[in-house]
């Protein structure tokens, strides 16, 4: 008998969604295992023998998994598909793939920068989670120049009130633009909650311009366009895993 694994660990590396929207899929009761509902987080499945099912479909793990690098534009969600018919950046891969992609994390709609794009749902979710503390690099253009004091601030921690106090950060100061009231800040995050940078830095006076994600762990967008995207090299993916603690790497990319 083959090991046994958890139910949303099963589908999240059969490429069917992150861990944690696997783990909503099945608190909404749309798995199946050998036929029946399973709504407890905690079951296992034997991949070796049993048959799941996500909304009445047949689930298989992928024997090869893919990473791409995006350097998202501005203008799209990042999301696999909106209800408004906006435009998503999965519209960026049309007709490049079958498989079941999803981006790791999410960048505002117009926030721009480095994505990671993949079918690895357990790589994504260790990625995305504060206890590995995985490097995330932002340019941000603000309005107003930030003092020491507020450095340290974004730094040592910010309040965001419902949202409790921020981890600890990195933050500079790249250039000020006196003539026009701008300041661009190099911020390095290692949480990723929803619209954090900008609600640091509204949280002390600082109007958000523009945003951008130079860099995600080790990886950059040098050399891609705006929309354009490449795949990992297979150096790359091992170093990933490598970063959150995961081996057995096994994918089609190079």
């Known amino acids: 008998m083959a090991a046994l694994v958890k139910l949303q660990k099963y589908l999240a590396d059969a490429g069917i969604a992150s861990r944690r929207a696997a783990e909503k899929m099945i608190d909404e009761g ?28 047949p689930v298989q793990p992928p024997l090869n998994r893919h990473y791409y690098l995006l350097n998202k534009p501005k203008g ?12 998503t950046v999965m519209d960026l891969f049309a007709g490049r793939s079958k498989r079941r992609l999803f981006p ?31 490097e995330k690099k932002y340019h941000v253009l603000v309005r107003g120049y930030p003092t020491a004091k507020d450095l340290d601030r974004l730094c040592g921690g910010v309040d965001l009130q419902d949202g409790g106090i921020t981890a600890p950060a990195k933050a500079r100061i790249i250039s000020v633009n006196k003539e026009k009231d701008l300041s661009l800040l190099e911020l390095t ?22 945003l951008k994600r130079v860099s995600f762990a080790f990886l950059s967008a040098k050399g891609l366009k705006p929309g354009a995207f490449r795949p990992l090299e297979r150096k ?12 057995n790497v096994t994918s089609n990319n190079r």
């Open 104 to 134: 790791v994390g999410r960048l505002d709609r117009d926030t721009e920068g480095v994505l990671l794009v993949t079918d690895d749902g357990e790589l994504a979710y260790r990625l995305t989670h504060p206890r590995y503390k995985v």
């Open 30 to 57: 749309r798995v199946k295992v050998n036929g029946v509902f399973v709504k407890k987080l905690g079951a296992r499945v034997d991949p070796s023998r049993d048959r799941v099912e996500v909304d009445n479909n």
């Open 189 to 210: 995050l290692y949480e990723g909650r929803k619209r954090q940078v900008k609600r640091m830095c509204t949280a002390l006076g600082y109007g958000v311009v523009s």
């Open 76 to 87: 799209y969600i990042t999301t696999v598909s909106d209800p408004f018919n906006r435009p």
């Open 236 to 247: 790359e993916i091992t170093r990933l895993y490598s970063l959150v603690g995961m081996n």
